[in-house]
């Protein structure tokens, strides 16, 4: 299975909001994730699952990419805005049948520190930032990355 880890695209100022836990994708947010979204399927075949944090930044980020791939229900999972791996694992290893591309989009440190426990990868991932790892097929919490790209380089490959 490819495991896509996405970072939520731009939020509000935190001042904006009585908690961080509330805040809301900006216009610019929206419009650079739906850029990146484009781009994003051309980097992706077969069965895509998307799975969210609950948070509203994550969670608009997610509707946008369930648009881009036509999936009709997003998992929200409040391990991905826990930071918890351990528990996202078991969940997806005990996904039936397996899909071929599980999306997590969630935030920062989490998806970083994620990047460098399966794959070894350190990362710089920003707002709508993407990387894909191919996970190892024996079920241990390691694989290999794929690719990682900033979402203006995604956007471009749909320009093309």
């Keep these: 299975m490819q495991l896509v880890l996405v970072r939520h695209g731009k939020a509000e100022d935190p001042t904006l909001r ?27 075949s077969g069965k895509v699952v998307i799975w969210t944090s609950p948070l509203p930044r994550a969670r608009q980020t997610a509707d946008i990419l369930a648009n881009a791939f036509k999936v ?7 391990a991905i805005s826990a930071g918890d791996l351990d528990a996202l694992a078991s969940d997806w290893q005990n996904l039936d049948p397996q899909p071929k591309v599980l999306i997590l989009v969630g935030h920062q440190p989490h998806l970083g520190s994620w990047a460098e426990r399966l794959a070894g990868a350190v990362l710089p991932i920003k707002t709508a930032a993407a990387l894909a790892i191919d996970l190892d097929e024996d079920g241990a919490l390691s694989g290999a990355l794929r690719w990682y790209a900033h979402p203006k380089a995604l956007a471009g490959l749909a320009d093309r």
Aim: proline share 3%; net charge positive; with cysteine.
């Design 18 to 44: 009585p908690s961080d836990d509330e805040r809301e994708l900006t216009a610019t947010g929206r419009s650079v994730v739906k850029g990146m979204a484009k781009g994003l399927r051309l980097c992706v």
């Design 72 to 78: 009709k229900k997003i998992r929200e999972h409040d």
